[in-house]
């Protein structure tokens, strides 16, 4: 037991170096940076040298308190990274912008409708396209594929399936749940949590580890966010600020795609083993047999009514 608590502690103390404390304190290094600078000499490296070998020249106490105020600041910034960028996930997802209150529900429904007309008129291009390399294969002849590809493109970089995010993201992930429903008749929200169940823990891990990166490129969203501030003492802050916006966009675009891409796989590829372990036909009767919900409302019923200050008796 005391091995295992062992490792754990120090799982938990790698963890917390590097996702709070080392982005934290590059982050640290910046301010300092930003306040010794200011806008008017923002890369005099010379200054920068200058005024830190200023603070090491001090007592031992000093340097100790120094360093501990600097890890615990590192760490309240890793820890506000992480909590923008879970915000930062959640609002990209989009999986409940319908719940938005107003006025972000009303711009993502904006959103939404802005990018299902878009891709109504690729789909359709592409289609148009692809019933001409038809006629032209049947005919004996056979078109430029370069075209039809290129109308392909247009239509994934909107949505792989009709729009119903305001996010590409959200749309990659959502359309694994439309393939699945529409291949295999299969609720994914549904059938997810018992075919979980059947997955080795090689898949499991390839899932959380996918998963995890899209995370991580929320996070450098949060970075993002964190790294405004700066901007009013120091304007390259503005750059870090934009660059981490441009990766942490790529890596979600990238992570989703993957993401998406494996847990379609897995249902796939696992779906017929829980329809055959469970017992059911097909996709609709495994989703009908897991799914649950309350039962309709008795017109006769009373409310319940309970007594102020008055305990409910047990069941």
């Not at 020249?57 to 309240?76: K, P």
């Not at 289609?127 to 039809?148: K, T």
């Not at 929320?218 to 993002?224: D, P, S, Y």
């Not at 916006?245 to 494996?262: F, I, K, Q």
């Amino acid at each position: 037991m005391t091995g295992f608590l062992s490792e754990l502690g120090k799982k938990l103390a790698e963890r917390w170096l590097t996702l709070l404390v080392l982005p934290g304190a590059l982050w640290v290094v910046f301010a300092a940076a930003a306040v010794m600078l200011g806008h008017r000499r923002p890369f005099d490296v010379g200054a920068l040298i200058t005024h830190a070998a200023e603070w090491t020249r001090t007592t031992n106490e000093r340097v100790v308190i120094l360093l501990v105020a600097l890890s615990a600041t590192a760490a309240i910034a890793g820890l506000a990274a992480q909590a923008l960028g879970s915000a930062a996930e959640r609002v990209t997802l989009a999986a409940n912008w319908r719940m938005w209150r107003l006025p972000w529900c009303w711009l993502a429904n904006a959103l939404v409708l802005r990018r299902e007309a878009m891709w109504t008129k690729a789909h359709v291009e592409y289609y148009r396209l692809s019933e001409l390399a038809y006629r032209a294969l049947v005919d004996g002849g056979r078109m430029n594929p370069g075209q039809r590809l290129r109308a392909y493109q247009r239509r994934a970089r909107i949505a792989p399936e009709r729009p119903d995010r305001p996010t590409w993201c959200g749309d990659r992930l959502n359309a694994a749940a439309v393939r699945v429903d529409r291949d295999l008749r299969v609720d994914l929200a549904t059938v997810w949590p018992s075919l979980w169940l059947l997955l080795s823990q090689e898949v499991r891990d390839e899932l959380a580890a996918r998963r995890q990166g899209l995370t991580r490129g929320a996070t450098l969203i949060g970075w993002a966010i964190v790294y405004v501030p700066l901007a009013a003492w120091w304007w390259p802050a503005i750059l870090i600020s934009a660059g981490c916006v441009v990766a942490g966009r790529y890596r979600m675009r990238a992570a989703s795609d993957t993401y998406g891409e494996l847990v379609e796989a897995v249902v796939r590829t696992y779906v017929g083993d829980l329809t055959t372990k469970l017992g059911v036909p097909n996709g609709d009767a495994l989703t009908a047999l897991l799914h649950t919900e309350p039962p309709a409302p008795d017109p006769s019923a009373q409310p319940r009514r309970s007594t102020p200050g008055v305990a409910e008796p047990d069941a």
